[in-house]
C-alpha cells in the first residue's frame, strides 16, 4: 500500500511539473493531456439475478431480471463517488445455460450516488472453479456518462450456484453474487 501511495504522489508531482512547464508544441500539450490518473474502487458489491422461465440446458426465450450494486466506493485522484445502483430487465432469445460459459459483450449501466450514470462495454468471460464457485470476470471501457474513456474491471462472484440444476426439470431460476468494481482513467 504504501508503494500505491509513493507511485501515486510520484504522478502527481509529475503532472504537477508538466502542466506548469513552458508548452513545447503539439507533443507536450498531448502529454498534459493524459495525467493525472483518477481511480474509483468499489470493493463491496452484490447482484441477483432471475430467470423466467429458469434456465435450462436446451435453447428457450429467457426473460432476465437483475438488481445489483455497489457500495463503499472510494476515490483517488478523481470525482468523489460513494455507491452505484444498476438493474436490467430483457427477454433473450434462445438462451440456455451454456451461455453463462461463453465469452460475451455486455452493456451495462450504474447509476451513482451522484445521480450520473456511467455506460459500460465490458467483454465477460466466465471461469468455473471447484464445486458451486462461478466468477465472471468483465473488463472495457465506459463509453457514456461519468468517467467516460475510464478501464473497467469488474469481478463478480458466484458462491452457491449449482450450474448442475440446468439439467433438471426445475432448471436454474437464479444466482447471486457478490462483485468488486475498478475504474481506471488517465483524465
Known sequence: MRGMASCLMGWMML???LSWAEPRG???????EFLPLAVVTCPVGAFQTTYTPPLRDTPQDVRIQGAGGFSNCYTLLGEDVRSTSSAADFVKRGASCSDLLEIVPVTNQLTWNTG???TFRLTQVAVRADGPLFVLVQTGTVLSGKFEGATVVMNV???STNLDACRSPEGL???SATQTLVLTRVL
Open 26 to 32: 503539439e507533443v507536450a500539450r498531448a502529454q498534459e
Open 157 to 159: 462472484t458466484f458462491s
Open 173 to 175: 431460476p437464479g444466482m
Open 15 to 17: 503532472a504537477g511539473s
Open 116 to 118: 450520473e450514470v456511467s
